[in-house]
């Protein structure tokens, strides 16, 4: 396949790299590399608010979007494009729950009610979202979730707990799954329902990392009422919603790009350090292996634009097994780039920010770090199934 770009494309491409360079300048120091910065530092919070106002701005949160809605019809390889160039960046600004899931997914899913009131204070970058859905007994397999919503009158009484909730302490809002009908199973019988984090009967309480950083939330449900024009779809239909979200959230090229960034520090790390009598960069098997990172980051990427080619010739639905094949690729290659890096760097790898630790100390975090990535938003196994499933038509394991 060609992957070449229009004048037009690049051009476009350009001002977004040209905004993120200057104005990433601006970032904390402890913007890192993570979500737990973003959602777990006061200062890094305030910045990520400035810049989604920033980007609200320009139009660059919702471009892909229909015009009445906050948008400007603009092609998906537009916003495409603008994520590759965030991720390479390191940018702030772009809600992952809000943006990069649930509006996709009213635009699909919702009546033209929820249309009006929820994607142009999105596209405005002013109501911030959380993903309510995993349950202490069901993450992967979230079909068997348990969080119970009742029908009284013109509300629903939900009552549940959800866990690993990220970034529920900044939120605004929440977009929920919740069982409406307890007689029918597995996703029979779930709802999906948009609730303001401030209604009465929410809870929410810190899951701390082992290092501190506060990314996570225990949210528990009491008598929530949720109104019942909040729900999404039809009632009981829910979970064809989530898998909605779901398929909007992968093409991965955001960190195939923050890997290409990784990958040029750490070269350049290796050129300037010397063990010995000489640089890192001159130590064969040290070569090796970021060569390897070069070829599996470029087939990443080429992955990414054949997913995106992908769903605007065939749509969405049927580019869901790629996107699953994107994610499995990116989330491990993330691992193995993480696991590189300290093997290289060697024991000053384990050294938090100090005069003495490499590049600020980011790989300490990342070796801690890079496996959630793997399960978090379907594990690796989960999307190998969906690969086989939908992609190559075998039948299902579960």
């Excluded at 919740?178 to 019988?189: E, L, Y």
């Excluded at 923050?258 to 000489?278: A, D, M, P, S, Y």
């Excluded at 980051?297 to 094949?325: D, M, P, T």
């Amino acid at each position: 396949m060609n992957f070449a770009l229009t004048p037009e494309q690049e051009a476009l491409k350009k001002s977004f790299g040209d905004f993120f360079r200057e104005e990433m300048k601006n970032a904390p120091p402890e913007w890192g590399t993570s979500m737990e910065a973003m959602f777990g530092i006061d200062v890094c919070w305030e910045f990520h608010k400035r810049m989604a106002k920033k980007l609200a701005a320009r139009g660059w949160l919702s471009r892909p979007w229909p015009r009445e809605y906050g948008g400007e019809d603009a092609p998906l390889i537009e916003q495409f494009l603008f994520s590759e160039v965030m991720g390479y960046y390191r940018g702030a600004g772009v809600d992952p729950w809000g943006i990069s899931m649930l509006a996709p997914t009213l635009l699909v899913s919702a009546n033209e009610e929820q249309k009006k009131e929820h994607l142009p204070y999105i596209a405005r970058a002013e109501r911030f979202w959380t993903q309510l859905w995993s349950e202490p007994e069901a993450g992967s397999d979230l079909a068997s979730l348990k969080t119970r919503a009742v029908r009284s009158g013109d509300e629903y009484i939900v009552n549940g707990q959800k866990t690993w909730t990220s970034g529920a302490h900044r939120a605004d809002w929440g977009f929920l799954l919740a069982r409406t009908d307890p007689d029918q199973k597995r996703s029979r019988g779930i709802s999906f329902f948009l609730v303001d984090m401030k209604t009465p009967g929410i809870t929410i309480k810190p899951i701390l990392s082992l290092e501190g950083s506060h990314l996570f939330n225990e949210v528990f449900l009491d008598d929530v009422r949720i109104p019942a024009r909040n729900m999404v779809g039809e009632e009981n239909q829910g979970w064809l919603a989530s898998q909605m979200t779901s398929n909007f959230e992968r093409s991965m090229i955001m960190i195939f790009s923050f890997l290409q960034h990784e990958l040029e520090e750490i070269v350049q790390f290796c050129k300037e350090t010397r063990r010995g009598n000489r640089t890192l960069a001159e130590d064969p098997i040290i070569r090796n292996r970021l060569a390897q990172m070069a070829i599996e980051i470029e087939v990443g990427r080429a992955f990414s634009y054949s997913v995106v080619w992908n769903q605007i010739k065939g749509g969405i639905i049927a580019a869901g097994h790629l996107a699953a094949a994107a994610k499995v690729l990116a989330t491990e290659l993330n691992q193995r780039m993480s696991y590189t890096g300290s093997q290289i760097i060697g024991m000053y790898g384990q050294v938090k920010e100090s005069k003495w630790a490499p590049m600020q100390g980011k790989y300490e975090k990342e070796y801690q770090q890079c496996v959630s990535l793997n399960m978090g938003g379907g594990t690796s196994e989960i999307m190998r199934n969906l690969v086989c499933s939908l992609g190559l038509g075998l039948p299902r394991s579960w």
